[in-house]
Each structure stands twice: as structure tokens, then as C-alpha cells.
């Protein structure tokens, strides 16, 4: 794997006028810190006078710049790095606006313009519904589901990873960990096992409900914004 130095990637980067702050040595370490990039090689040097070298992986490049793309596009960097949930916000939303049932259509709109941040429960409700369900037909069919598309995400990230491509590939370990978490969760509630079930609840609170309630305020925002323009355009036109 071909690799860049980390005063090399800085200057790569400040020739391709992408910006990294007054301390950019600063800027690429929290980005490593994140997983928003690979973490960096260091090697002792030969005199202990000498600074380590530190390298990075030379696609890192190619990361930074994608980070700041996003960034401009008003993406935080939790949000980045919570991307896998965005998408899952985002494609809940867009199934239900794209429905035939138009109080469903009506009742999304509402909630999306409420003032207390609901959206997040209405998302969470297939997840909960895997935890709380006394229907074991159908919990067999969902842990399945879960199972499946755990078992998914976790070979793309295997395959990811043999091509280099960290970030995604870390994308899809968080989107296994996402279905996995809950399965976890649910088997320790049946076998009353209590360790089991703190640590689940500990790996899906981080993983599953804080990237979802920071990804619905985000589509939230935008969903109003987009809103407002529509209704601004259709006065001017009208």
C-alpha cells in the first residue's frame, strides 16, 4: 500500500487549496482520531534526537478532500461520521413521502415541523419494535432480517477493506454493528442476562440512538428549508 508523509499530505493538500485550520498536523490528527480517515504509521527513527515519521495511507488524500466537500455541504463531523445513519433517516423519510397514504404523507410533514424533536421516535420504532415484541413469529422474522443484513454490511466492510477503502469500509462495520447491537439486546432481555444486556444497551445507545437523533435533526433542518423555498417560489410565481 503506497504511502504519504504527513508533512507531504499537508502540502498536497494545501496545493489543492483544501483548507486544514492554523494547525493543520492538528487538524489531520483529529480527523485520524474521528475514523473520519485511516490511523497513521509511525516509526521510531534511527536517533532518539529525531521526531517519529509519521505516514498515512496515500488515498488519505482523496479522504480529506471528501470530508471537506461534505463539510460545505453543512455536514458536521459527527454527522460524517455517522453517515450510515443519515442514510437511514433519510431513506425512512423518503419512503413514507413517497407513499400512496397521504396521512401518512400529512403526518410526517407535521411532525417534521414540530418544535419537540419527535422524528427520532417515529425512526427508532422498527428497531424497538425487535426489543419490545411478544409476537415470536414475527421477532423470529425480524431478528432473521436483522441478522441478515448484519451479516451483509460486515462482509462489504471485509471486502472494503482488502480494496483500502477504510472509510467505507467503516461505514459498513457501523451499519452490522447497528443490526447487531439490537439482536444482542433482545437475546440478553429473553435470557434475563443482565451483563449482556448493559453492554448491548451501552454499543446501541452509541451506536444506533445518538447517530439517529443527530441525523433527524439534520434532515429536520434541511427538510424545513426545502419546505420554505417551495412555498417562497410558489409565491413569487403566483
Not at 22 to 50: C, F, H, N, Q, W
Not at 104 to 130: N, Q, R, T, W, Y
Request: aromatic share 6%; proline share 5%.
Amino acid at each position: 500500500m503506497k504511502t504519504i508523509s504527513l508533512h507531504d499530505l499537508i502540502v498536497r493538500l494545501q496545493q489543492k487549496k483544501i483548507p486544514l485550520g492554523s494547525d493543520p498536523k492538528a487538524t489531520v490528527s483529529m480527523y485520524s482520531e474521528l475514523g473520519l480517515i485511516p490511523p497513521p504509521r509511525i516509526k521510531a527513527p534511527e536517533s532518539s534526537k529525531l521526531p517519529p515519521e509519521i505516514s498515512y495511507p496515500l488515498e488519505t488524500i482523496k479522504k480529506i478532500i471528501e470530508i471537506k466537500d461534505l463539510k460545505k455541504k453543512g455536514l458536521a463531523l459527527e454527522e460524517i461520521r455517522d453517515s450510515y445513519a443519515l442514510d437511514y433517516v433519510k431513506d425512512a423519510i423518503q419512503d413514507i413521502m413517497t407513499s400512496d397514504d397521504a396521512s401518512k404523507i400529512k403526518e410526517m410533514a407535521e411532525l417534521l415541523f414540530e418544535k419537540d424533536d419527535k422524528l427520532s421516535g417515529v425512526l427508532e420504532a422498527p428497531i424497538l419494535k425487535v426489543i419490545e415484541t411478544k409476537n415470536t413469529k414475527e421477532l423470529n422474522k425480524l431478528l432473521s432480517l436483522f441478522a441478515t443484513q448484519s451479516l451483509f454490511a460486515m462482509n462489504d466492510a471485509n471486502a472494503l477493506l482488502e480494496k483500502y477503502n477504510v472509510n467505507e469500509a467503516k461505514k459498513s462495520l457501523f451499519k452490522s454493528i447497528f443490526y447487531l447491537s439490537v439482536i444482542c439486546l433482545r437475546l440478553a432481555r429473553n435470557n434475563k442476562d443482565k451483563a449482556l444486556e448493559d453492554l448491548s444497551f451501552e454499543i446501541y445507545n452509541k451506536m444506533v440512538l445518538m447517530p439517529i437523533e443527530r441525523a433527524s435533526k439534520k434532515v429536520q433542518e434541511e427538510f424545513k428549508n426545502s419546505f420554505d423555498k417551495h412555498i417562497r417560489s410558489k409565491k413569487v410565481n403566483s
